[in-house]
């Protein structure tokens, strides 16, 4: 039988043994083994930290993110083979699409974020603060990629997105991974980690695969990795507790699976649109991917009053669900994982039959189209049935990880949020209501126990990504149950890989630190005119002291005429009585514009292209006619701009910070305007 290799110590390695056999879980017929053992895990470690981590931490944010967008468009180009072994876990194309495209998505958008960062290879975090009355003593946070390893264990229901969303994060900021999926679907990490590792595009030691146990591994973390762990909460919490992730302090984060629900709101009725989007949207949860998704509903709240129309119009909704060969095109759900996971499923039913009924569905029998039932992990939609669930502690308490919820009435909404509390934290809750208020109620009532809460109805649902879909730019995890972790989110979620250091100094030693101009550092002045280099000539802290100018009530009418900003404070003399204005004072966009007439290069054609926007801009101090101002204009920050084709003029954006001052020295206005800058390339 064909075993799985261990892509590890940069090259691919079999484990000693015939390992864990792998099944086809539609067929039930044995397709490979797995094993990790004899695998050197200390070792493994090591490499990742000696030689991933290096180079991965010697790239900018904008090269991490260009290797992450490689990625993507390189694995795009392999579907294909990705979907053939996908059907071997009982994926039906659509459940495919969710794992295979929606990870490969995931490497898309933190490709994207790199225009968030800095051109380096660690970023500011927060605003600078000033910590002296004189300006010379500051402070400024910020985050560097940690020197270890990111050690990913994850579920055995999104093979390839489980991986993908995970490592998306930790090499965008700057930090290799050893991922160990679930071992009864690892054939298919194998699969597209294969591909990634032929492509060439990642680092050596950048990222490795062990399929089969993660034996002593986690003997070897040290305070500088990552362990981040999907699945039940069970054993998360005995992975957490390990004595080597206690005594080194090392950052575990954990998502387990959840008893997420579905809320229908009370003003819900029959012959409106959100009902219907609320049977599709339960219907949808049980049956992708066999229900088999932390994020799927397990419990389904409804006023009282509603019961039993929903009970029936959820039945009538199950009964087309189509059941069999993931490969025939009539099927719309396929198999659990494998037979172990049909053995916990009904052990777990069993255990809510206490308190519930089945109302939909059979424990013991299912209908299947080009396929053996028996012979595959296949299990019927289970639509249970909760009378009392105040008072149920089952079925908040109890998970069966497949195809199956619980219906439960509710009365009133304060209800609906006990209710949904009462799973002890989850990673994702929807409500179904048109009305706003409602959906306010319960989303402020409901927060604390939820990662994630989603408001349907008819505006939404057209777009709508649904209740069981993170999102990369999103948080993933949830309170309690849920693990308390946290995991994407964005830029939030690459600061799980960074160590945060709060750095001290002269604004002069932290522009040079920081690479970004701090104020009240010392500037650098030449000859040339800014406006007049080119994107690399520019450097950050260089420096413009413009000329003067004196503002006049001449010049504060003209700009009310041009602008039609006739503003009283303006143009009216006598309705000034009791306001901070001694006058009337300028417009605060006449300064800005008169600022810009004092620092712009008015000569000829140079490599600025355009004013590309403005930044917190503040105006400080009143100006009026007779005022005198003043600009110190220094360049603040660079940005590298990716061409967007072969015809795109080879560019930056310039960030300058715009300092105003009146004939006393004193600020009127600050803030910071954007220019498109030209390589040399183009001019």
């Given at each position: 039988m064909k075993k799985l290799d261990n892509y590890i110590l940069g090259r691919w390695i079999a484990g000693d043994g015939d390992g864990q056999t792998l099944f086809n879980a539609y067929t039930g017929r044995p397709i490979a083994a797995a094993t990790t053992r004899g695998l050197d895990f200390a070792?493994?470690?090591?490499?990742?930290?000696?030689?991933?981590?290096?180079?991965?931490?010697?790239?900018?944010?904008?090269?991490?993110?260009?290797?992450?967008?490689?990625?993507?468009?390189?694995?795009?180009?392999h579907l294909d083979g990705f979907y053939t072994v996908s059907y071997q876990t009982g994926a039906t194309k659509n459940d495919s699409w969710i794992d295979i495209e929606g990870g490969i998505g995931n490497l898309f958008a933190y490709a994207s974020l790199r225009r968030k960062f800095t051109d380096e290879s660690f970023c500011l975090d927060g605003e600078p603060h000033q910590l002296s009355k004189g300006g010379s003593f500051m402070a400024q946070h910020l985050l560097v990629p940690k020197e270890g390893v990111a050690v990913h264990?994850?579920?055995?229901?999104?093979?390839?997105?489980?991986?993908?969303?995970?490592?998306?994060?930790?090499?965008?900021?700057?930090?290799?991974?050893?991922?160990?999926?679930?071992?009864?679907?690892?054939?298919?990490?194998?699969?597209?980690?294969?591909?990634?590792?032929?492509?060439?595009?990642?680092?050596?030691?950048?990222?490795?695969?062990?399929?089969?146990s993660a034996g002593d591994m986690l003997d070897y973390v040290t305070a500088q990795d990552v362990v981040t762990f999907t699945g039940s909460a069970g054993t998360g919490q005995m992975l957490k507790s390990h004595k080597r992730i206690l005594e080194e302090n090392v950052p575990f984060n954990m998502e387990a699976d959840s008893l997420n629900c579905i809320v229908l709101g009370e003003d819900v009725t029959a012959d409106m649109p959100e009902w219907e989007i609320f049977i599709k949207e339960v219907r949808k949860e049980m049956t992708v991917k066999a229900g088999q998704k932390c994020t799927a509903v397990r419990r389904i709240f409804v006023p009282a009053n509603k019961l039993e129309d929903v009970k029936i119009a959820l039945g009538n909704a199950l009964a087309q669900t189509s059941i069999g060969n993931p490969l025939n095109e009539k099927v719309r759900m396929g198999s659990l994982a494998g037979q172990q996971q049909r053995t916990e499923v009904k052990e777990q039913v069993q255990k809510l039959l206490a308190s519930c009924q089945v109302i939909y569905g059979s424990l013991d029998s299912v209908q299947v189209i080009d396929a053996d039932a028996e012979k595959g992990a296949f299990v019927s939609p289970l639509l249970l049935l909760n009378q009392r669930p105040l008072f149920s502690h089952a079925v908040h308490e109890v998970e069966a990880f497949g195809p199956v919820a619980t219906l439960m009435p509710y009365t009133g909404m304060d209800e609906a949020v006990h209710l949904s509390r009462m799973g002890k934290g989850s990673l994702c809750s929807t409500i179904v209501t048109a009305d706003s208020q409602l959906a306010r109620r319960y989303v402020l009532g409901a927060a604390t126990h939820h990662g994630r809460i989603l408001v349907l109805n008819r505006s939404c649902a057209?777009?709508?990504?649904?209740?069981?879909?993170?999102?990369?730019?999103?948080?993933?995890?949830?309170?309690?149950?849920?693990?308390?972790?946290?995991?994407?989110g964005g830029i939030r979620g690459v600061k799980h890989y960074m160590q945060r250091v709060a750095v001290q100094g002269s604004p002069t030693d932290i522009t040079a630190i920081s690479g970004v101009y701090q104020q009240g550092a010392t500037g650098r002045q030449d000859a040339i005119h800014p406006f007049r280099k080119h994107f690399e000539e520019v450097q950050v802290g260089d420096q413009l002291l413009t000329g003067k100018r004196t503002i006049t009530e001449s010049d504060i009418i003209a700009f009310a005429n041009l602008s039609w900003d006739h503003f009283y404070a303006h143009?009216?003399?006598?309705?000034?009585?009791?306001?901070?204005?001694?006058?009337?004072?300028?417009?605060?966009?006449?300064?800005?514009?008169?600022?810009?007439?004092?620092?712009?290069?008015?000569?000829a054609k140079c490599p600025v292209l355009l004013n590309y926007g403005i930044d917190e801009l503040r105006f400080t101090k009143p100006v009026y006619a007779g005022n005198t101002i003043q600009v110190r204009f220094t360049c603040r920050e660079k940005l590298n701009q990716d061409a967007k084709d072969e015809n795109d003029v080879p560019k930056g954006i310039v960030k300058w910070l715009v300092e105003v001052t009146d004939e006393t020295g004193e600020q009127v206005a600050v803030g910071t305007i954007l220019t498109m800058v030209a390589k040399k390339t183009t001019l």
């Open positions: 070792a493994i470690l090591n490499y990742a930290r000696q030689k991933g981590n290096p180079a991965l931490r010697s790239m900018t944010f904008r090269e991490r993110g260009l290797m992450l967008r490689a990625l993507a468009l390189h694995l795009r180009n264990i994850n579920a055995f229901n999104f093979p390839v997105w489980g991986m993908l969303e995970k490592i998306a994060v930790n090499l965008l900021a700057g930090v290799p991974a050893v991922v160990k999926p679930a071992t009864v679907t690892s054939y298919l990490t194998e699969a597209v980690v294969r591909q990634i590792a032929a492509s060439g595009i990642l680092p050596d030691g950048a990222l490795q695969l062990v399929c089969g057209g777009e709508s990504t649904g209740h069981g879909s993170p999102l990369p730019l999103l948080v993933h995890g949830g309170p309690g149950r849920a693990g308390g972790g946290e995991e994407m143009v009216d003399a006598t309705s000034l009585e009791g306001t901070m204005f001694e006058k009337p004072v300028a417009h605060g966009y006449l300064i800005l514009s008169a600022a810009a007439g004092l620092f712009v290069e008015n000569s």
